[in-house]
């Protein structure tokens, strides 16, 4: 496999290209459905093979940037994207962003950077999986005790209500999600989102696309599109911020970004085809694979690690792809249901 091992001048390492092209693959179908840029896969990608820590970072970033350009160009055409929303949210996450990449900047000099992120990686995608998850279960045991006949008990005000009724001016309506709160409920979201995605090497979106539906309370379809719209900008940000620091390998991104491409085309289309619960539940258990490869990795089990983050990204890619073949197969045999938030 010599033949296709490329030198890395920044990161200073020899890696193979086709991994770089299999992850960018898998990384543009996952992101364009979920809506994430996929550093969920990236990150720990790049560092279970080989790259450091805040090097897997920056490169991580400059790829998700590039590629959320495709898919948010793809879910604006499908009325996707509450592009006024996307835009309240970019002041807090480019605070955030900047303040999370100096965090990781100090980590790095104190010798805790690979460890200490790791570890809040997990703890993060655990604790968004399992609610996602409880989400999806508790809508599902409802919807069988509607066909069942059995009177079901009010769920209540839920979050994104009860933050909306919040009346901080300035208040605005967003037409494309159809919800009224005020603007800095998003602004808020988007401080904490950049925080993260620039400590732990993504563009956020693994938080934000739960938090524009529970927080916020966005329809499913629109919060993927919004989503990816603000990953574009934050990845980009972070590029540039890691850039400066000289942690952003270039060659790789570009490798990556050109089968994520292909890829986002193929995810982003897909949610055509897809209810919106089934998206949560499928989102919920990638979240739990990722996890489950930070674990390993934590636990030093390089080989279980790295096989898992692959395998299950390229298998999660094929449920993806399998979806939209049957939704294009019902569309054209006219018994194409119609797609829930």
């Not at 001048?9 to 290209?17: M, S």
């Not at 459905?33 to 090097?55: C, E, Q, R, S």
């Not at 037409?175 to 005020?182: D, M, P, V, Y």
Request: charged share 10%; aromatic share 10%.
């Amino acid at each position: 496999m010599e033949l296709f091992e490329i030198y890395l001048p920044v990161a200073g390492i020899h890696f193979n290209v086709l991994v770089l092209l299999l992850i960018g693959f898998t990384v543009g179908v996952c992101g364009g459905f979920f809506g994430i840029g996929g550093a969920w896969i990236v990150t720990p990608a790049l560092n279970i093979f080989g790259f450091p820590m805040p090097y897997a970072i920056g490169t991580d970033l400059a790829h998700i940037g590039g590629k959320s350009i495709v898919s948010t160009i793809r879910h604006g055409k499908f009325g996707n994207v509450d592009v006024r929303l996307g835009v309240a949210m970019i002041l807090g996450t480019t605070i955030g962003m900047e303040l999370g990449a100096n965090l990781v900047i100090k980590l790095e000099q104190m010798g805790l950077a690979e460890g200490m992120i790791r570890k809040m990686y997990i703890v993060f995608l655990g604790a968004i999986g399992s609610y996602v998850l409880y989400d999806y279960l508790t809508h599902t045991r409802r919807q069988r005790q509607v066909k069942a006949g059995l009177e079901v008990a009010a769920t209540g005000e839920t979050v994104a209500q009860k933050l909306q009724r919040i009346k901080i001016p300035p208040m605005v309506h967003f037409h494309a999600s159809g919800i009224t709160c005020s603007v800095w409920l998003p602004v808020l979201v988007g401080l904490t989102t950049g925080i993260v995605a620039a400590v732990l090497g993504v563009g956020g979106g693994f938080i934000r696309m739960p938090a524009l539906i529970y927080l916020i309370g966005c329809p499913t379809a629109v919060a993927v599109g919004t989503d990816l719209f603000e990953v574009m900008i934050t990845g980009a940000y972070g590029a540039f911020t890691y850039g400066v620091k000289g942690r952003v390998e270039l060659i790789a991104a570009m490798w990556m970004l050109f089968a994520a491409a292909i890829g986002a085309q193929l995810g982003t289309v897909a949610i055509k085809y897809v209810r919106g619960y089934a998206i949560r539940l499928l989102f919920a258990i990638t979240i739990f694979v990722a996890c489950s490869s930070v674990v390993l990795k934590q636990l030093e089990f390089q080989l279980a690690s790295a096989i898992t983050i692959l395998v299950a990204g390229i298998g999660i890619s094929l449920v993806i792809i399998a979806w939209l073949v049957k939704g294009i197969v019902d569309e054209r045999a006219g018994r194409l249901p119609a797609n829930h938030a």
